[in-house]
Each structure stands twice: as structure tokens, then as C-alpha cells.
């Protein structure tokens, strides 16, 4: 668990598997992905949920769950998501680097991910670079990133 503040808020990322993190993380992602993007509900939930590590990030003022990700077997982070209301403040970036820095523990000399075009400067300030051509994915555009560990 990491404790992050910020002038405004103060947040944790815990991190789990699924079984500990579905609540939340499920939650999230439904209103991110599924209500605020209109992306069908079917092609958010997968079988590979089962077999990542989660992060959940949690407000210390209300307890709720804020924002989520992914780190899969092969990776690839994904599934990053953060609610409206906690955007801006630092929260996605601690859970990618708290995904990464699990992946780097690992092993892994990289970690990939399918960027949404909309959110291809978070990743670069994130030590992200671009690979490749944009493609759409959920009917949104998006770009494949990578980040090498040295």
C-alpha cells in the first residue's frame, strides 16, 4: 500500500488480486469505461481479470475507491481507470507506477499498453513512447506505448 498526498487530497493505492479488488475495481471500471465512455459492458470484462494483479487507489477523507488498473502476466497494464472526480490529482500516475514498479520487481524489462489517443501525453510523462500506428480498439482510437526499464 502507498500512501500518496497531494495540496487537495490524499489518496492510498493498495494493490491485489482480483478476488480482493472486483468490488472496487468492477466499479470503476463500469463508470469509466462502461457509463462515461459508452463502451458495451461485454468487451470490458474479460477472463484475464482473474489472472492480474490489481491496483485500486482509495480517498483517505471518504474511503472510496477512486481509480484502478491492471498489470497482466505478459506485461501489458491495462484497464486504467479513474473517476471524474479524482482526476487530475496525481492518482493515475501513482497507480501506473505502482503497477510498474511490481512488473520492474518481477522481472519484466517492460510494460506495454494500448493508450487512448486522448491520454497518449499522460503515458509519455510517464516514460511511455509510442510504437506504431494508431488502431481503434472499443471503437475508441487508441495507441500501443512501451516503457523500458534500465
Known amino acids: 500500500m502507498n500512501l500518496i498526498s497531494t495540496e487537495k487530497r490524499s489518496y492510498q493505492v493498495t494493490l491485489g488480486s482480483w478476488s480482493d479488488m472486483q468490488k472496487d475495481a468492477q ?11 459508452k463502451i458495451p459492458a461485454e468487451l470490458e470484462w474479460d477472463d484475464m481479470d482473474a ?27 491495462g484497464r486504467m481507470a479513474v473517476r471524474k472526480s479524482a482526476r487530475g490529482l496525481g492518482v493515475g500516475a501513482a497507480i501506473l507506477q505502482s503497477l ?14 494500448n493508450a487512448q489517443i486522448s491520454a497518449e501525453p499522460f503515458y509519455s510523462a510517464n516514460g511511455y513512447s509510442r510504437d ?9 482510437p487508441h ?4 516503457h523500458q526499464f534500465f
Request: proline residues 2%; charged residues 20%.
Open 27 to 37: 466499479a470503476i471500471r463500469y463508470d469509466v469505461f462502461v457509463i462515461e465512455q
Open 51 to 77: 489472472q492480474c494483479l490489481h491496483a485500486v487507489a482509495y480517498d483517505d477523507a471518504t474511503g472510496k475507491a477512486i481509480g484502478t488498473g491492471r498489470l497482466l502476466p505478459d506485461g501489458h497494464i
Open 100 to 113: 510498474m514498479q511490481q512488473a520492474r520487481q518481477r522481472g519484466d524489462q517492460a510494460v506495454q499498453l
Open 132 to 140: 506504431g500506428e494508431a488502431f481503434e480498439e472499443a471503437g475508441i
Open 143 to 146: 495507441i500501443s506505448m512501451t
